[in-house]
């Protein structure tokens, strides 16, 4: 493989970070692979629920499917906790950084957002705003997330649900989202809440 002349950024060439561009691209491929491995490390996840997380991950991608929901909500449906296990407390945050560039504007800020938007459901158990979420108000894709969390996230832990799809049907639509041509401009892009 060629390699960058630099051992500084700041010493690079324009053909040293097109090295880094390709290398990056070649590697694209494994990316769908490498996400649903991360997803079948959750089976063993606990976390006082009465589902693994990778359950959950399956009910709510299930029931986006079911509700007619297009692949980029579908797939955020299902990675929308992938980075439960590694980063817990701003899962969220971690996981929509992933799917950016992937995904649509709205299923990226739905998993950006659900983790807030979850607490509508415990926040006052714990002394906090269950309404906390409503700052966002206004936002295009508000209505989105509140119907995310209470139509597929929230109802996603139900032992005895039935209908939960086996992984396999989700796996041509991961490998169909994460093989698209990354969207650098929404990958770089900071956008304000």
């Known amino acids: 493989m ?16 097109r090295i880094i561009g ?9 990316l769908a692979g490498e ?7 959750t089976e063993s996840a606990e976390q006082g629920i009465q589902v693994t997380r990778y359950e959950h991950a399956l009910q709510t ?32 945050e971690v996981g ?14 739905v998993v950006k957002y659900h983790g807030l938007f979850q607490t509508y459901y415990y ?12 700052k966002h108000k206004g936002h295009p894709h508000y209505q989105a997330c509140i119907d995310f969390c209470a139509k597929y996230d929230q ?3 139900d032992p005895d649900y039935s209908e939960t799809m086996p992984l396999e049907a989700f796996e041509p639509m991961v490998h169909r989202i994460f093989s ?3 969207n650098f401009d929404m990958a770089t892009k900071d956008e304000a809440a």
């Not at 797939?75 to 407390?89: E, K, Q």
């Not at 929509?96 to 800020?109: D, Q, T």
């Open 2 to 17: 060629e390699k960058v002349s630099f051992a500084h950024m700041e010493d690079g060439t324009a053909d040293d970070y």
């Open 123 to 134: 926040a006052h158990f714990k002394g906090g705003d269950r309404l906390a979420r409503d």
């Open 180 to 182: 698209r041509t990354p």
């Open 96 to 109: 929509a950084a992933i799917l950016k560039p992937y995904v649509s504007e709205k299923a990226h800020w």
């Open 155 to 157: 109802m996603a832990f």
């Open 61 to 92: 991608a299930t029931l986006a499917f079911k509700d007619g929901q297009d692949e980029d909500m579908v797939v955020a449906a299902l990675m929308h906790d992938i980075a439960d296990n590694i980063s817990p407390y701003n899962h969220a």
């Open 22 to 30: 390709e290398a990056i691209a070649g590697s694209h491929h494994r």
């Open 35 to 41: 996400l649903l491995t991360m997803l079948k490390a």
